[in-house]
């Protein structure tokens, strides 16, 4: 079972690693050919709706501020690794993948007056040459990956240990699954206000979908989907700290003489981008077919 259990951590590790190689690349060849700039929409954004992506953005930085001053703290106060930490690391490590729901067709769009730079997907090896570049909101999403997904983490952690509790049989089970839930519903929550306050938009999706064909739909197996996504580091840390007993604040995934700190970093960032990745993926399969006409703050490029 150990042999097993280091062959699994030390793989996610390497992929971890390809996964730091290829976000390096893509951010370094963007940055270094001048392709940074920022798209901007033909027309005015409203007043109102400009002050509401400024808020958004405000509440990213303070958010990310706080998380990271106490992510620090923390970690000089534990002396190891911690699960805030390690999380915060390995979220920031897959924002670089965060565009690629528009590899096949732009589907999804942000607001075009978020600070955006246009985005580094066409410097990545496998992408097409006739992806339309999204105005990725840096301040906005960038901080989320940052603070907000790394806080999730913690608090569905802390949510299905709190569960395990109170269900009658503390079965495994039913408490990730409970935990599961709460987040598919905190990202309606999420999603559906940011939708309302036009800070983004699904411009194409498939599937079941919520306000088809509006200006304001929906498409619920990415709400599902992502909420694997954003779900599977909490529920990860609960196994390993309280269903499993791995009670170190570092996390204990193996035995031997393994060089603890850079490998479980290396794994955790292995294991989101490659859970990441799934979403992806999904995403671009099925999201093909109701369209919705967006003003051009929101519209695709040329749309």
Known sequence: MASRTRALV????????????????????WLLTGDPAPISSPSPVPAEIRAA???AELTSVAGATVWLVYVVWAWRRAGNLTWPALWTIAWACTFWQEPLVNARNHTFSFNKAFHNLGDWTTHLPFVPASYSPLPEALVLEGLVFVYLLPLLA???AAYARVVRRLLPFRSV?????????????FDLAFELQGIHQSLLRY???????????QPEQWPILEGLGISVAWAFPGILTFLLRDHWRVQDARPSWWTGSWRPTPVTILAAIGATNLVFGLYNATYIAVMDGTISHQPAWLAPIGG
């Open 203 to 213: 411009v194409e999706v498939g599937g079941p979908v919520l306000n088809a064909g």
């Open 53 to 55: 992506v400024r808020m």
């Open 173 to 185: 089970v039913p408490t990730v699954l409970v935990a599961y839930v709460s987040v598919v519903v």
């Open 154 to 156: 913690i608090a569905v």
């Open 10 to 29: 030390g793989g996610l590790a390497i992929f971890g690693a390809v996964v730091v190689a290829v976000q390096a690349w893509g951010y370094g060849s």
